[in-house]
């Protein structure tokens, strides 16, 4: 992530902010705007418990999962920060010349339900695949998919019905 976009976010979030105060009562955070931002991100880059985040950061479980969960609303109520999805992949003009899709296997918690679906034989983990594809050009995510863990890298890209599924394959 660039400081620019960064920046952008923290404005964002400070005028989403400021236009609908909530009720602050009780303790005040402990977290500025800016490391609550770095929370947010560190989850999702990395996919670690909210316990490992909240050891490293000197907070509980639950102030992680509130942080977190509080920023991606917000992000995704200010109207700046959307992914364009899989129409903007239909759209001629706008169509990228090289797309770049990856698949990664991020480790979660063992499910308390249908282990067997998320258990990742190859890994020896319990996984959640997430797909993503990017227009190499801008850099700019077009879609992202998810699937259990034990399916494989092409079927996911099937299910996930990219229009360079059905098109180019």
């Known amino acids: 992530m660039t400081i620019k976009t960064f920046k952008t976010i923290v404005d964002a979030l400070k005028n989403f902010r400021l236009e609908n105060p909530k009720d602050r009562r009780g303790r005040p955070k402990t977290l500025t705007i800016e490391e609550e931002i770095l929370v947010t991100l560190e989850y999702w ?57 990856d698949v990664t296997d991020p480790a979660i918690e063992r499910p308390k339900r249908r282990q067997k679906k998320y258990y990742s034989g190859k890994q020896k983990l319990h996984t959640l695949k997430s797909q993503l594809v990017i227009n190499q050009a801008t850099k700019e995510i077009i879609c992202v998919a998810f699937g259990p863990g034990h399916s494989h890298d092409f079927s996911l890209f099937k299910k996930s019905k990219t229009p360079a599924s059905s098109s180019d394959i």
Do not use: C, H, Q
């Open 45 to 101: 880059r990395e996919y670690r418990t909210y316990f490992y985040i909240g050891t490293t950061w000197g907070v509980s479980e639950s102030t992680i999962w509130r942080t977190v969960n509080d920023i991606e609303l917000t992000l995704m109520k200010s109207g700046k920060f959307r992914i364009p999805g899989k129409k903007a992949l239909l759209k001629g003009f706008d169509y990228p010349e090289i797309v770049v899709m």
